[in-house]
């Protein structure tokens, strides 16, 4: 019967070799992650360690369509090349590719035409944590975890793009007249586009940019002494960082430095939910405010799924790269396990994958994340800030809970292209 445990169908079958990557006895995974790069040594480790504990956890469960989870591992090192490379290489050996984070990712043909077990250009499941580039956005086989912004097909030039302002209106109702700066992740000309509709969003939403300025992983603490300046001459009271934590730790830092007591909301994204911004920001970076549209990890008792990913991962181990990993093979697995359900264990291939992914439309990773269409973004988020060196809930108040309002998403026409340039 269809309601039937996906295992339960296996058992008296004989199982075959029905596609790319699954064999009578495995099905091969590759995760892709930017891990070797000089630039940012290890930057995506943890969606490779998520990927791995996620398949030691079904395999010792009995593994998945009766078969055992193989996961194949590929550096893309911040490098279009080797991204392209990675693509081919999933293309060649897995079913499908689960759980990846690749910044430089232009050319995904490799995976939108790739041919399957019988020589059919099906495309190759891309069920990826974050994608940032717009063509691997709006490819039709990539479902990603974090949001999508632009609504696909993409389309050059204006046109309308989604951007999450629920944290932003919270802030809004503690300081009515925010003003201030916003720091623009300027290493890649994808990061600069994406900040153009969510410094958009806010401004509509009622917050006067003081400055909007460029900052780079690589920068030094010095490299802020400019920026701080801009804070100081404005009185601003808000600090919005779209960039990385070390960026967020540098301005907090050199703004205690030259005296700053104008700021009264510092904010960030998931990017700044890290163990290093607790180790290495210390007290500098208490009170800090940061966004997540899933539970956090201090609330993994909450969860099931959440509990599963710490305890496979291990606490010294999580990050939030990891945990949007790690919902992705949850997603993986349940379009797997509905295949098998409907059509048997040795009906497993890439077209039925595609179509299931296709046919989803409110995952939550077992309630860890706010439901979303894997092509949309969720309206759902907690909002936490850094207390004495931990995370705490800050809202909505309850544990477990998420704020999902309608209108958390709001719609912003601009040409992202255009309005990057107009950033220095």
């Known amino acids: 019967p269809a309601s039937a445990p996906a295992s339960d169908m296996c058992k008296g079958v004989p199982l075959e070799a029905t596609e790319i990557g699954v064999t009578p006895t495995a099905i ?18 943890g969606n490779i360690d998520a990927v791995t504990a996620f398949a030691r956890r079904v395999n010792a469960q009995g593994g998945l369509a009766c078969r055992k989870l193989v996961v ?44 399957d077990k019988g020589g059919a250009p099906t495309g190759l499941p891309d069920v990826t944590a974050l994608a940032v580039d717009v063509n691997q956005q709006c490819s039709p086989v990539t479902f990603p975890i974090q949001a999508v912004a632009e609504e696909c097909p993409v389309r050059q030039g204006v046109r ?16 009515p007249d925010l003003h201030g700066i916003f720091q623009v992740p300027g290493d890649l000309p994808t990061t600069v586009q994406s900040a153009t509709y969510q410094i958009a969003a806010m401004e509509r939403e009622g917050v006067r940019w003081d400055a909007v300025v460029k900052v780079s992983g690589r920068d030094t603490q010095a490299a802020y002494t400019p920026r701080i300046q801009i804070i100081k001459e404005s009185a601003s009271n808000f600090v919005y960082n779209g960039s990385n934590d070390r960026a967020m730790i540098n301005v907090r830092k050199e703004a205690k430095a030259q005296g700053v007591g104008s700021v009264k909301i510092w904010a960030c994204s998931l990017a700044c939910y890290t163990r290093s911004m607790l180790s290495q920001g210390g007290p500098d970076v208490d009170g800090t405010y940061l966004w997540m549209q899933f539970l956090p990890f201090e609330e993994a008792d909450a969860n099931q799924e959440a509990s599963a990913f710490v305890e496979s991962v291990g606490r010294d181990k999580i ?10 093979a949850v997603l993986f697995k349940q379009v797997t396990e509905r295949v098998v359900r409907e059509h048997g264990p040795n009906g497993i291939n890439r077209a039925r994958l595609l179509e299931a992914l296709r046919q989803t439309k409110d995952f939550d990773a077992n309630g860890w994340m706010g439901p979303k269409d894997p092509r949309g973004m969720s309206d759902c988020f907690v ?12 809202h909505p108040a309850t544990k477990g809970e998420f704020d999902c309002t309608s209108g958390n998403v709001v719609t912003i026409t601009l040409d992202p292209a255009a309005e990057a340039a107009k950033i220095k």
């Open 72 to 115: 194949k591992t590929w550096d893309s090192k911040l490098s279009a090349e080797e991204a392209k490379n990675g693509l081919i290489e999933a293309c060649r050996s897995a079913l499908a590719m689960v759980g990846s984070n690749a910044l430089f990712n232009p050319d995904v043909s490799p995976i939108v035409n790739c041919p």
């Open 28 to 45: 091969t995974i590759l995760v892709m992650a930017d891990v070797g790069s000089p630039l940012a040594p290890g930057l995506f480790q």
């Open 160 to 175: 309308p793009l989604r951007a999450f302002v629920g944290h932003v209106r919270y802030f809004l109702r503690q300081v």
């Open 319 to 328: 990050d939030s790269f990891g945990a949007q990993a790690w919902q992705a």
């Open 383 to 394: 909002l936490l800030q850094i207390r004495g060196g931990r995370f705490e809930r800050v």
